[in-house]
């Protein structure tokens, strides 16, 4: 054997310790490293996925249910609900827990009657002059008709408009403002959100400072207006009398009550039905 021979078999042989210490150290970095990238993914997932994963199905759960199966929001075209035109109908919202009862016709279609100025005047004091944002303030308290005509023939899709904003699924317009419908359940939802957006709302001021007799001589004294802590009210008639609504709220509650039948005819039913539910809530 050749001394060159030997000095290469000896260099390989010293050569493997240094090998084997540069694969233990990169097998020692690339361990030391896999909790970094797992974390790193997790910080990724709660910071993006998870959380819009959770927001998204919290959104979806709180969406309220229509008949057949449908939520608000889901896409639904806004002519799909029933009409009933002629059934009593009582909503009721508790704001701070989020607590709601009411009727089974409570999301029907049915005439929204005067009640329907809260939606025109939404629109018109968001997209109207001021002189028409002043009018429209003034028409929710003194439930002025010719205002209403004037202010929905210039913004003939206001309804339409204020009920996409807000996902009211029974509330649609008519070429006049008077065959608009709604429901108890819409106009509940409208003012509960109004409430927490900005409970100093326009509206909610209009409404708490309401004339005692309309612009048409009626009074403005019935309905759920004579609930425990209602602080304000949009009353509703029709031309015959035959028909009557009202929306109210509280510090801590929304109620809407409509019927077919006379104004006392709705300030019993109410009365009935709901103030138990009011009582507790104005505690």
């Given at each position: 054997?050749s001394s060159?021979?030997?000095r290469?078999?000896?260099?390989?042989?010293?050569g493997?310790p240094?090998?084997?210490i540069v694969?233990?150290?990169?097998?020692?970095?690339?361990l030391?490293?896999?909790?970094l990238?797992f974390?790193?993914?997790?910080?990724r997932?709660?910071?993006?996925g998870?959380?819009?994963?959770g927001q998204a199905a919290?959104?979806?759960?709180?969406?309220?249910?229509?008949p057949?199966g449908a939520?608000?929001?889901?896409g639904?075209d806004?002519?799909?609900?029933?009409?009933?035109?002629?059934?009593?109908?009582?909503?009721?919202h508790?704001?701070?827990d989020?607590?709601?009862?009411?009727?089974a016709?409570?999301?029907?279609?049915r005439?929204a009657l005067?009640?329907?100025?809260?939606?025109?005047?939404?629109?018109?004091?968001?997209?109207?002059?001021?002189?028409e944002?002043?009018a429209?303030?003034?028409?929710i308290?003194?439930s002025?008709?010719g205002?209403?005509?004037e202010l929905?023939?210039?913004?003939p899709?206001?309804?339409?408009?204020?009920?996409?904003?807000?996902g009211?699924?029974?509330?649609?317009?008519?070429?006049?403002?008077?065959y608009s419908?709604t429901?108890?359940?819409d106009?509940?939802?409208?003012v509960?959100?109004?409430?927490e957006e900005?409970p100093t709302?326009?509206?909610?001021?209009?409404?708490?400072?309401a004339?005692?007799?309309?612009?048409?001589?009626?009074?403005?004294?019935f309905g759920t207006?004579?609930l425990?802590g209602?602080i304000?009210?949009?009353?509703g008639?029709?031309?015959g009398r035959e028909?009557?609504?009202?929306v109210?709220?509280?510090e801590?509650?929304?109620v809407?009550?409509a019927?077919?039948g006379?104004a006392d005819?709705l300030?019993?039913?109410?009365?009935?039905q709901?103030?138990?539910?009011v009582?507790?809530a104005?505690?």
């Open positions: 054997m060159s021979s030997a290469g078999r000896g260099n390989r042989r010293r493997f240094a090998l084997t694969l233990v150290a990169v097998l020692v970095l690339a030391a490293a896999i909790p990238v974390l790193q993914g997790y910080s997932g709660v910071e993006t998870g959380r819009a994963t919290s959104r979806d759960s709180a969406l309220p249910t229509l057949g939520r608000v929001g889901s639904q806004l002519g799909t609900f029933v009409e009933n035109s002629t059934g009593s109908q009582v909503s009721f508790r704001l701070s989020g607590h709601r009862t009411g009727t016709t409570e999301r029907f279609a005439p005067s009640l329907v100025k809260l939606y025109i005047a939404d629109h018109v004091l968001e997209h109207g002059t001021l002189a944002q002043y429209a303030i003034a028409m308290s003194s002025d008709d205002t209403a005509s929905y023939e210039k913004y899709d206001s309804i339409g408009e204020t009920a996409r904003k807000y009211l699924m029974s509330t649609r317009g008519d070429e006049r403002w008077g419908v429901s108890t359940y106009v509940v939802s409208f509960s959100q109004l409430m900005d709302s326009p509206i909610l001021v209009a409404m708490a400072q004339s005692p007799v309309a612009a048409d001589g009626y009074g403005q004294d207006s004579v425990p209602v304000g009210t949009k009353w008639w029709s031309d028909l009557h609504s009202s109210s709220f509280g801590d509650f929304v809407a009550a019927v077919t006379s005819d300030t019993a039913l109410v009365e009935e709901l103030t138990d539910e009582a507790a104005s505690r």
